[in-house]
C-alpha cells in the first residue's frame, strides 16, 4: 500500500484528479469506480475542470458506483444516483448507459447484487476504484465485520454510520438502516484502488489503517491486501501518526 501525505483537502483533490485523469488517458476504454460522500466532491470539480479544458474525455468511460441507499429514490437528493448528477455525470460527456450505481428501490435486490457484480465483470473489472473512508473503517458500505471475501450485497448500517451521515438527512430517523454495496472482494478484484483521506474526524480511522494489521473490524484495512493500492492522507487526518 503506498502512502501520499498531503497538506490539506485540496492538494488531495488535486492529487486524486491527476491520477484519475491519468489513467483515463492512458487507458482505452477506461473502468472507474467512483464514490460518495463529501471527500471526493473536491476531485470531482476538478475533473470537470480538466473536462472543459480539453484534458480528459469522458466519452468512452465506464463507471460503477460503490454504493447506494436501500428504499429512497433516485431522484431524491439524498441518494447517491443523485449526487452523481450534481457532482460529475450532468457536467461531461459521459453516456449515461455508461454509468452504473446499485439501485436501492429494485424489487428482487439479492438479484440486483448479481447483476451489479456480472455487469463489473461484463466491462472487464473496474481499471481504477476510488475510496473515501468511513469514521469506523468502512469502505463503500462494508461496515466493520464484513468478509474480505464478500461480493455485493444488503448490509445494515451501524449506528454510527448513520449518525455520521444524518448530517445530509432532516432527522436521524430518515437515514436508510439499509444499503446495497460492492463487496470488500469485489473492490479488491479492481486492477489499481486510490483511496482518499481528509479531515479530524477520520484520524483514529487512519491510525487503524496504518497499524498495518488487517483484520474485519477495520474493513479498509483489506487494502493491505492489494498490489496496487494508493491512499491520499491530508495532515489533519494524519494527526499524531509517524
Ligand atoms: N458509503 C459512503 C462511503 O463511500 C464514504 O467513504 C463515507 C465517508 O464519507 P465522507 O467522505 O462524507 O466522510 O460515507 C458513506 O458511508
Known amino acids: 500500500m503506498k502512502i501520499v501525505k498531503v497538506k490539506d483537502y485540496e492538494e488531495m483533490s488535486r492529487k486524486a484528479a491527476e491520477i484519475v485523469a491519468e489513467r483515463m488517458n492512458a487507458i482505452e476504454n477506461p473502468v472507474i469506480g467512483l464514490a460518495t460522500g463529501s471527500t471526493p466532491e473536491g476531485m470531482y470539480e476538478i475533473l470537470i475542470d480538466k473536462y472543459n479544458k480539453g484534458e480528459i474525455d469522458f466519452a468512452n468511460t465506464t463507471t460503477f458506483n460503490l454504493d447506494e441507499y436501500v428504499g429512497i429514490t433516485d431522484d431524491d437528493p439524498n441518494s447517491y444516483h443523485y449526487f452523481m448528477d450534481k ?75 448513520i449518525q455520521a451521515n444524518a448530517r445530509f438527512f432532516d432527522s436521524i430517523d430518515e437515514v436508510p438502516t439499509k444499503a446495497i454495496t460492492m463487496g470488500i472482494g469485489t473492490i479488491l478484484d479492481s486492477k489499481e484502488i486510490l483511496m482518499i483521506i481528509s479531515g479530524e474526524n477520520k484520524r483514529d480511522a487512519v491510525t487503524s489503517l496504518l497499524k498495518g494489521t488487517i483484520s474485519e473490524d477495520i474493513p479498509a484495512s483489506a487494502l493491505h491486501n492489494h498490489p496496487n493500492a494508493t491512499v491520499i492522507i491530508d495532515e489533519a487526518a494524519w494527526g499524531d501518526n509517524e
Open 87 to 161: 457532482h460529475l455525470f450532468d457536467h461531461v460527456n459521459i453516456q449515461k448507459e455508461k454509468t452504473h450505481v446499485p439501485s436501492g428501490m429494485a424489487d428482487d435486490l439479492d438479484r440486483e447484487c448479481r447483476e451489479y457484480e456480472e455487469a463489473i465483470k461484463a466491462a472487464g473489472n473496474i481499471d481504477l476504484q476510488l475510496l473515501g473512508i468511513g469514521n469506523n473503517g468502512h469502505i463503500g458500505f462494508n461496515e466493520p465485520g464484513t468478509p474480505v471475501d464478500s461480493r455485493t450485497h444488503i448490509i445494515g448500517l451501524k449506528e454510527e454510520t
